[in-house]
């Protein structure tokens, strides 16, 4: 069955990086497009990014522009999301979600979940 | 830019019928598909309702969803209420633009 498993969170300090990475398994990771979702404690759910399934185009929020990059190795099946110059409004729990668009670009609907890691930016 | 309006919480007894609706901003609803996300307390969303009315395999029947564009809002009801639905319901769509909206989220209490 689809697994995915999400890691790298921790404790960063404001204007500090770190790499969050996402486990896939139990599909064809190389045949569909991968979006991240974030939820800060206590509140709804915000969708972060997503790539395609090939890696050749990615979209962002917003929120996030310039400072984040997702980007994907199929031959690895992870994904990963690069938190540059991170923010005390980031901290949240971060979700690697799959998109059922098989081999298209995206549909932008999210039919599996990880379990999240959770991201705390504190000085 | 389009946004999506959730009632904050709604609440039912075993058995009976809730609707949870989800408004939106700007448009039509129905110009793109929506999606709903039912999320336990302490685990991660699970898909329940996606492109406005197809169950994910797996969801029961007692969950459905729809459209009503007079009112430009999306619905998401649970009919014969239990306790295991007691959860956060979220609606999701996007815009021409690539961006992905979800609602706020409506906590379900199960009396």
């Known amino acids: 069955q689809v697994h995915l498993v999400e890691s790298g969170g921790g404790v960063v300090q404001p204007g500090r990086s770190l790499r969050l990475s996402c486990a896939a398994s139990?599909?064809?990771?190389?045949?569909?497009?991968m979006h991240w979702v974030r939820q800060a404690p206590g509140k709804g759910l915000e969708w972060v990014a997503v790539v395609s399934s090939d890696g050749r185009t990615e979209y962002y929020a917003d929120s996030v522009k310039g400072r984040f990059t997702i980007s994907r190795d199929n031959s690895k099946s992870t994904l990963y999301l690069q938190v540059n110059t991170p923010r005390p409004e980031d901290t949240a729990v971060y979700y690697c979600?799959?998109?059922?668009?098989?081999?298209?670009?995206?549909?932008?609907?999210?039919?599996?979940w990880g379990q999240g890691t959770l991201v705390t930016v504190s000085s | 830019n389009l946004m999506l309006t959730q009632p904050h919480s709604v609440s039912g007894s075993p058995g009976e019928t809730i609707t949870i609706s989800c408004t939106g901003s700007s448009g039509s609803i129905a110009s793109n598909y929506v999606q709903w996300y039912q999320q336990r307390p302490g685990s991660a969303p699970t898909s329940v309702v996606r492109q406005d009315n197809q169950r994910p395999s797996g969801v029961p029947d007692r969950f459905s969803g729809s459209i009503d564009t007079s009112s430009n809002s999306a619905s998401l009801t649970i009919s014969g209420l239990k306790p295991e639905d007691e959860a956060d319901y979220y609606c999701q769509s996007y815009d021409a633009t690539t961006r992905v909206v979800f609602g706020g989220g409506t906590r379900l209490t199960v009396l």
């Open positions: 979600v799959r998109d059922p668009g098989v081999r298209s670009e995206w549909l932008l609907i999210f039919d599996y």
């Open positions: 139990g599909f064809t990771f190389s045949a569909y497009p």
